[in-house]
């Protein structure tokens, strides 16, 4: 989800029945002791009544998954607990890598433990567009038949 222009995931953990809230920013003192709530938390009024912000979006996600797919066997989940516990990788302070931090969550997030599993070298950060654009293209399910020998160059070595 984006947030006053910052991606952050929310994940909806259907085995621990919580919500995760991964977000690679660096709260506290880097952040003049800006904290996680502060976010997440943010009071939002929608018809004179005040809301959390993360509240809110869930609400509305598990409205919208009930009213699309009703038999989907998909539980409620807008009154699950928040969690904020992880030691997910943080970007360095004014990065504006967030959303590859993000699609790194994703790709290592393990459900059964509520917890991401990647490391990311904050001063590599700019590197994590190639990176990822480099998985995208060469993953093996990836379908493209024929690449262009431009592209192809850079195509990992296979062991």
């Not at 995931?9 to 002791?33: F, P, W």
């Not at 609400?59 to 539980?75: K, Y």
């Not at 399910?141 to 592209?151: I, K, S, T």
Request: net charge positive; glycine share 6%; proline share 4%.
């Amino acid at each position: 989800m984006v947030h006053h222009n910052h991606w952050v995931l929310y994940v909806v953990n259907r085995i621990m029945k919580c919500i995760h809230i991964i977000d690679s920013n660096t709260y506290g003192n880097e952040m003049n002791y800006t904290r996680w709530q502060d976010f997440h938390q943010q009071s939002v009024n929608i018809s004179g009544k005040a809301l959390r912000f993360s509240e809110l979006m869930m609400n509305r996600l598990t409205t919208a998954i009930q009213r699309v797919r009703p038999n989907s066997g998909f539980p409620k989940f807008g009154n699950w607990d928040f969690r904020f516990d992880h030691e997910a990788p943080r970007m360095k302070c004014g990065s504006n890598d967030c959303g590859f931090f993000l699609i790194k969550y994703m790709q290592s997030f393990d459900g059964k433990r509520g917890l991401v599993g990647c490391v990311i070298d904050r001063e590599r950060s700019p590197d994590l567009p190639a990176e990822i654009a480099k998985y995208l293209i060469f993953h093996d399910l990836n379908e493209v038949m024929e690449l262009p020998e431009e592209v192809t160059r850079y195509r990992p070595m296979r062991y």
